[in-house]
């Protein structure tokens, strides 16, 4: 009788873990199903990446975009002083002639 319980244990034990063996093989497979990509599902990450890129160059561009206006508003700033410079010495001229032609004919007489 003792014997006939135990190989009875026996056979239910194997029973016992081939449905956990095959719950293993089905979690294993739907794991490995849910990594599997449809064509469908690469155009929408590839849309995703697109999306993220142009958003991250934008980011990035932008610091680099607004450093080129500061050094362009210099660069006007500067053009500016530099024609403004320009007059005051052509009118400095000017009046080195006059002063000069005046200096000249005050030798004179």
């Known amino acids: 009788m003792t ?9 239910t034990q194997p029973n016992r873990s081939e ?11 739907g794991s490995k199903l849910s990594n599997v990509l449809t064509k469908s599902d690469t155009d929408i990450i590839r849309n ?33 002083e530099l024609a403004s410079l320009k007059e ?8 080195i002639k006059t002063l000069k032609k005046c200096n000249e004919s005050s030798k004179q007489t």
Not at 3 to 11: A, R
Not at 54 to 78: G, H, P, R, T
Request: net charge negative; no cysteine; charged share 35%.
């Open 3 to 11: 014997e006939f319980v135990t190989t009875k244990q026996n056979e």
């Open 19 to 29: 449905p956990s063996s095959i719950e293993k093989l089905l979690d294993e497979i």
């Open 48 to 80: 995703i990446m697109k999306e993220t890129l142009v958003e991250l160059k934008e980011k990035l561009l932008a610091s680099v975009v607004k450093q080129i206006e500061i050094i362009e508003s210099n660069m006007f700033d500067q053009a500016k």
């Open 88 to 95: 005051k010495v052509i009118e400095q001229n000017k009046k």
